[in-house]
């Protein structure tokens, strides 16, 4: 595992910690030294990786306000943020529901922006230089088969990263999205199961493979160190070269 950054005497929040890319950033971040509060909604899965990591678990629904607000409420100062909670559903565009429209963009955009307004908050009153990463997707740049509702909140997530950076940016604060390809978690997994599908989304990235969740936690780590201190607003493709078509 590699520990080349240093985050010894640090605190990071990662929502979406029990699995995938949340999983992974939690196991580098701790590996590196960070004292990590562990967010996700499966209560098992967060004392597994409490066991394993040493990590702070928080049981935490970021589709809830009210959830997000009593959750968050009492913690002290964060120095970091991965907002890395995600969910999707799939469905044709002609077939998209208000419901899981409305329930997708609860999460993944809404969730994440409620999530960074409370550890900006915490911020900006310690007087804190930080470093937030909204985990967004290649399918806010290139349009996906299927993924509307997906690729309409991982899109609003950037616009979110954009706008969190101009206001949050005179305070030492930086945000940034890493937008990465299919990355071999549970939920792409599922999305990506039927063969035929799979081998046609193979031959859109150059490198002609889906990403490892620790390829994606790395550059995670990246920006919210200080080897990025001048690095704000980017969306940051990890796709193997699809979106350079």
């Known amino acids: 595992m590699n520990t080349t950054f240093d985050f010894s005497g640090r605190s990071i929040l990662v929502t979406g910690a029990s699995s995938g890319i949340g999983r992974a950033t939690v196991e580098l971040l701790c590996a590196s030294g960070a004292n990590v509060v562990a967010a996700s909604r499966n209560v098992n899965e967060l004392a597994h990786l409490a066991e394993e990591t040493g990590c702070d678990p928080l049981v935490l629904d970021v589709g809830s306000p009210e959830a997000i607000h009593e959750a968050l409420a009492d913690l002290d100062a964060f120095d970091g943020l991965v907002n890395c909670a995600g969910i999707t559903v799939l469905e ?12 997708v963009m609860a999460v993944n ?8 307004r409370h550890v900006a908050r915490g911020m900006m009153a310690g007087r804190r230089q930080g470093s937030i990463v909204n985990v967004s997707s290649q399918a806010a740049l290139a349009a996906l088969d299927d993924h509307l509702s997906y690729s309409a909140s991982k899109a609003a997530l950037d616009a979110i990263t954009r706008t969190l950076c101009i206001e949050l940016g005179p305070y030492g604060i930086r945000v940034n999205s890493v937008n990465p390809t299919v990355t071999l978690t549970p939920m792409a ?8 599908r799979r081998e046609l989304a193979l031959q859109g990235i150059p490198l002609r493979r889906f990403a490892q969740p620790h390829e994606v936690a790395q550059p995670i780590l990246f920006l919210l160190s200080d080897a990025a201190s001048m690095i704000s607003g980017v969306a940051l493709p990890i796709d193997g070269g699809y979106t350079a078509r």
């Open 92 to 103: 044709k565009a002609v077939d998209t529901t208000a419901e899981s429209f409305d329930r």
């Open 109 to 116: 955009a809404r969730g994440a922006a409620l999530v960074a």
């Open 189 to 196: 997994v599922q999305a990506w199961s039927d063969p035929a």
